[in-house]
């Protein structure tokens, strides 16, 4: 019984020791929540850094935005779309999902020399932009993270369905 204890206290030691050093080494990497998220290239839409995206926009979401269950994200993407409202406009959003696409993260990207950012173009450090979370559905369809355009301003909100419960965090 003691060797038992003592192998699983040296497995549970080494494994945090590897787990920090993966934490560390991510940490180093630029800060995705404010820096460039990706870039098109040939018509593709690829990601910068996706080892980092995802991990900072899991601790985001997580430690920020307080979602009743704890969300693991980790199906991303930048998809072009149209806003709706005051006017019709092309827009780019990162989305993300959880493993069985019930929930989805929603933040508008400003594209500049086909590269895609989540602060927006001439933000101070103290300026503040939105994040969206979409959580449920109705019969089929599943509430994902749009566009519209009210008093001139780009705002997000979630696809209209009754049953779709809206969390709306923001990024300093």
Same mark, same amino acid.
């Given at each position: ?13 080494? =494994? #945090?020791? $590897? %787990? ?12 995705? /929540? *404010? !820096? ?39 199906? =991303? #993407?930048? $998809? %072009? ?12 959003? /990162? *989305? !993300? ?76």
């Amino acid at each position: 019984m003691k060797k038992l204890f003592s192998l699983l206290l040296l497995l549970t030691v080494a =494994f #945090s020791c $590897i %787990k920090k050093e993966e934490v560390k080494s991510v940490e180093k990497k630029g800060d995705p /929540l *404010v !820096a460039s998220v990706g870039e098109e290239s040939n018509g593709k839409y690829i990601f910068t850094d996706s080892d980092s995206l995802v991990y900072k926009w899991n601790v985001f979401v997580n430690k920020k935005m307080k979602p009743q269950d704890s969300i693991i994200l980790n199906d =991303f #993407s930048i $998809i %072009k779309s149209k806003t709706k409202g005051e006017r019709t406009e092309d827009c780019y959003l /990162l *989305v !993300a999902k959880d493993r069985d696409h019930k929930v989805s993260l929603g933040a508008i990207l400003n594209v500049k020399d086909k590269k895609f950012y989540t602060k927006p173009e001439g933000a101070s450090s103290q300026d503040i932009y939105e994040v969206i979370l979409c959580n449920g559905g109705c019969n089929d369809v599943i509430c994902s993270p749009d566009v519209i355009v009210a008093g001139g301003v780009k705002r997000l909100i979630c696809s209209a369905c009754d049953q779709c419960v809206k969390v709306s965090g923001s990024i300093k």
